[in-house]
């Protein structure tokens, strides 16, 4: 069993940047692929990011390609999503979520396992 807890969500002017974190408990950090979506009010949760057990691979829609960084801190049991440039449509609630399945690139909600309660970001024009 995995708890993930986001935090770092808030209020950003566009073209700003802001930096989630995902706190996961237990010792078994590194078994895990984990992975951001993201749902915006009357949309349907899409995939953002995620990143593989061993962190040597990286995945990202292509909203966000360039612009979104996934990595992971073994030592602390934490994944970041590092989003610069962010715009109006990339305001959602950001949920983290752990995988334990061994197929890539995990794109899908249905491949991750334990999710957290999420971060609201909202992007100003």
């Known amino acids: 069993q995995v708890q993930l807890v986001e935090s770092g969500g808030g209020l950003v002017q566009a073209g700003g940047s802001l930096r989630l974190s995902c706190a996961a408990s237990?010792?078994?950090?590194?078994?895990?692929?984990m992975g951001w979506f993201r749902q915006a009010p009357g949309k349907e949760r899409e995939f953002v990011a995620a990143?593989?057990?061993?962190?040597?691979?990286?995945n990202y829609a292509d909203s966000v390609k360039g612009r979104f960084t996934i990595s992971r801190d073994y030592a602390k049991n934490t994944v970041h999503l590092q989003m610069n440039s962010l715009k109006p449509d990339d305001t959602a609630v950001y949920c983290c979520?752990?995988?334990?399945?061994?197929?890539?690139?995990?794109?899908?909600?249905?491949?991750?396992?334990?999710w957290g309660q999420g971060t609201q970001v909202t992007v100003s024009s």
């Open positions: 979520a752990a995988s334990r399945g061994s197929s890539w690139p995990h794109t899908n909600s249905y491949e991750y396992d334990y």
């Open positions: 237990g010792r078994t950090f590194s078994v895990y692929a």
């Open positions: 990143i593989s057990r061993s962190g040597s691979s990286t």
